[in-house]
């Protein structure tokens, strides 16, 4: 049986092995919390656009979660001659999935939003009969929104935003910053309900439309950081914030080296790991084996996340490789 803090061609540290397990199990907290939510809210779901969206909104918010606990699978596995390099990219791979579905969700519910605004529908909420009182079923929606943002606010949201940099995961730091931006989404949602209340019937779907673009920034953000890391972009820090430091920091060790008399890198996200290649000139023009072997070692041994190193001999750095200046 495959070891589960296996990471492709190598074993994960003890620390990062805690951390995807608290992410494996924070994934499925998720998938059961949301599940409930979702049928908690088609109770009372009216006919409100903006509790639709928000529904659908949560629905879709278990896309990152199926598309992390999915990746994690091919990941695990260990290079092949089919698969030289891993299958790390099932990460980012998943990542676009997301973003695209987000993206394109929220587009179709922002035009459903605004064509209610143009068609100036007045959407009307009733009420319902609970233990021998009626009830405006408004009050019902507010508190069952109220209800539903604890978990991904308060309680997976914020797990999820500590373990993402310790994993270096790009799609569990975007989970997680979707999940704690889903306050947005709720509070819409309520003045939505609050204003058919009142009889402002346009509040609603402006909520609706509010809504729909949170998902599609989401979706956009997703989507691009995605794409970018697949063209093998330099290698960004997992909140894609800047260059990550782990170049500069390669680059540095080489130069220490007695031998070499200068060294860039290109590095590459494989999705939660690098490949990096290194360029060195050499002081003198024959080099032993031996010290490429080392240099080798020495490069993987800077941090869990280099699984792949190249050490490239010659006499002039490439002009895109990174110099660590």
Known sequence: MRP??????ADLPEEQQVALKKAVFWEWFTIAYTSCTIALVAFVVGNSQAMRTAWIEDMLSLTPQVAFLVALIFV?????KKHP??????MGVGHLVAGVALFTVGLNLAVEAVSGLIAAEHPTI???RMLGHTIWLGWLMVAVMVLVVVGPVFIYGP????LAPVLHNKLLYTDADMAKADWQTNAASIVGV????????WLDGVAALFISLGIIHDGFRNTRSAVVDLMDQRATTYDDDGPHPLAARIVAL??????VADAAVRMRDQGQVFHVEAFVVP??????LRRIDQASERIAAVDWKVQDVVIVPSDRLPDEADDGR
């Open 85 to 90: 390099y891993g299958m790390h990219r099932a």
């Open 159 to 162: 797990a999820k935003a500590r």
């Open 254 to 259: 080489l130069r220490s080296l007695p031998w």
């Open 76 to 80: 695990r596995r260990r290079p092949d």
């Open 194 to 201: 609050l204003g058919i209340g009142v009889g402002v019937w």
């Open 126 to 128: 009733g009420t319902v």
């Open 283 to 288: 002081r003198r023009r024959r080099v032993a």
């Open 4 to 9: 589960a803090h296996q990471f492709g061609r």
